[in-house]
């Protein structure tokens, strides 16, 4: 993996400086400035430079060199000048002289003189030449080209060069950007959050950010969205590898247009009318923002459009979505109403697009657990499956009539530690709580769906934890879990094992027991239920936040 140097600043150039000091001289080594009272008397006047050259990174900044002057008069002044644009503010004083150095965006070292000039007030003149050369920027290894640009949204395709290596994209905009001092800073500023998160999830920061799609490989077509209109937006892509930076950042700008109105058709469906578990089909034409809710169903179109023409920015979405869930319960048998309008800064762009439903009766939660051990042999012999044979098995059944079931199934003694490890730093907890928080902070290693059979040991006890909701935001869900021992003593009749199975189970055998650091997993636990318990029911980032 390339490495990439973190400069320092100017003043630990002792440590290492931001810059590169070449020396030209013939010995390789800077002049000795002389003591005072030393100086020639009737000698011309001169300046010494402690380095004729000097090697300047393409990122630029500010620079130094040393200088010594030789039988200087009275009220000595030095200026400088540059035969190069991208050099300035060329100052000198006590020694020393500082120059600001622009990024170097081409491909190509390049190179400049700077003139320094000496005069004093008896009309002594002296000059001095440094060449100062600016490293090239590293090779590009992306493309990054911006479509045309709507007032909330700029498209984009990002083409690798290695369509293998995996990447990370974010805009933001341009004013921003330029407060990051270097690629690092700014991918530390990116990473921050998810590091966090791949923490708490017992993750690398990689595995964290493959596993929830955060980075991505090969050529890609998308655009930002919910941009402000008439701004500078800079959008940028680095590849990451092994959690760490792993080339130059890549960024292109672009301009979002003025508020105007624009031809985005907004479709709503509602898929399902269970109360507690309300969700709804989106389709919009363009990438255009537009403000959305839900209402309650008194509400007249009018009365909906002026409400939704003054909420927040918290309620502006883009693009288009299947099954999104309504963050809470409704009232069953209810009429209510999902309303859409495009918004771009305080500016309407389309007109509002409504649809009205009626809830159903509510559908109780329902789920119930089923847990049973075979002997690997017999259960060999009665699926005709040889590889069964030799160790036993235990399958878990979840019925549910929810949307979503995960499962997730420890050793006991594992189980043991972990909640008197919680317990210690929170206090007791219910089972309920327990199982919650258990589910939600290792969701990445949960198995979905059912049944589930595990190969075990002989002797082992397990607990096996369930988790079944409504939607995919847990508003409606229920939990629970189950023990068994597994041993002879235990087991079932081979055939029990027909009543669960489906004709295209080879997916539900050979699952394992998770087994995790103790330590990481009660932080991650302590943390859910924190939020749980403050915030109760746990936060979402759907798109609707409410309803009237």
């Known amino acids: 993996m390339k490495k990439f140097m973190k400069w320092m600043p100017i003043s630990m150039m002792i440590l290492g ?46 620079a130094e060199v040393t200088y010594t002057l030789k039988n200087a008069g009275t009220n000595p002044k030095i200026s400088g000048t540059s035969d190069q644009d991208w050099i300035t503010d060329i100052q000198a004083a006590d020694g ?12 190509a070292d390049r190179t400049a003189k700077v003139t320094l000039t000496y005069s004093d007030d008896e009309k002594n003149a002296a000059s001095a030449e440094l060449t100062v050369t600016q490293g090239a920027k590293a090779e590009e290894l992306f493309t990054i080209t911006l479509g045309e640009s709507g007032s909330t949204y700029l498209p984009f395709k990002i083409t690798p060069k290695d369509a293998s ?43 964290f950010l493959e596993y929830y799609g955060l980075v991505t ?11 402000s209109p008439s701004t500078d937006y800079s959008v940028y892509c680095y590849a990451i590898e092994n959690g760490s930076l792993a080339s130059p950042v890549s960024k292109v700008t672009g301009i979002t247009s003025a508020p105007a109105p624009v031809d985005n058709k907004i479709t709503i469906t509602v898929t399902n ?30 009365e909906i459009e002026n409400t939704l023409l003054g909420l927040d920015d918290q309620y502006l979405t883009a693009g288009s979505y ?19 309008i495009g918004r771009a800064g305080n500016t309407v762009t389309t007109q509002m697009f409504i649809t009205r439903f009626t809830t159903s009766e509510a559908e109780e939660l329902q789920m119930e657990l089923t847990t049973l051990a075979f002997d690997g042999d017999e259960l060999a012999a009665h699926l005709g499956d040889s590889e069964l044979a030799g160790s036993p098995w235990v399958l878990h059944n979840v019925a549910t009539n929810g949307m979503y079931a995960l499962t997730l199934a420890f050793e006991k003694d594992y189980i043991d530690q972990v909640r008197a490890g919680l317990e210690a730093e929170v206090g007791p907890v219910s089972d309920e709580e327990f199982c919650y928080a258990l589910m939600v902070s290792n969701i990445d290693n949960a198995d979905m769906g059912s049944p589930l059979v595990y190969q075990v040991e002989e002797g082992l006890t397990l607990q096996i934890f369930s988790l079944a909701s409504m939607d995919s935001n847990l508003q409606n869900y229920k939990t629970g879990s189950t023990i068994i021992e597994v041993s002879k003593d235990n087991y079932s009749p081979a055939e029990e094992i ?47 936040k409410g309803w009237r």
């Open 322 to 340: 299947k099954n999104m869930p309504v963050n809470g319960s409704l009232e069953e048998n209810h009429e209510y109403a999902v309303a859409a």
């Open 273 to 302: 009318t269970n109360p507690n578990a309300v969700t709804f089909d989106i389709s919009a034409t363009t990438p255009d923002a537009y403000v959305l809710a839900i209402f309650d169903g008194g509400y007249s179109d009018s």
């Open 96 to 107: 020393k002289v500082t120059m600001s150095v622009a990024a170097n965006t081409e491909t």
């Open 217 to 227: 490989t090969g050529e890609l077509e998308n655009a930002c969205t919910l941009l």
């Open 498 to 544: 027909d009543k669960y199975l489906s004709s295209s189970a080879a997916n539900t055998f050979g699952k394992k027991a998770v087994r995790l650091d103790v330590k990481t997993t009660v932080t991650s636990m302590k943390k859910v239920l924190g939020e749980r318990r403050s915030t109760f029911p746990l936060k979402v980032s759907a798109p609707v």
């Open 17 to 62: 400086s931001m810059f590169m000091f070449a020396a030209c001289s013939d010995d390789n080594e800077p002049t000795t400035p002389e003591e005072p009272g030393t100086e020639t008397p009737g000698a011309k006047v001169s300046i010494q430079l402690g380095y004729e050259s000097i090697e300047v990174e393409a990122a630029g900044g500010s």
């Open 165 to 207: 290596v995996s990447y990370f994209i974010g805009w933001r905009p341009t004013a921003e950007m330029e407060g990051f001092v270097s690629d690092e800073a700014l991918f530390n500023s990116d990473m921050s959050i998810y590091q966090q998160y791949a923490e708490q999830s017992g993750m690398s920061l990689q595995q």
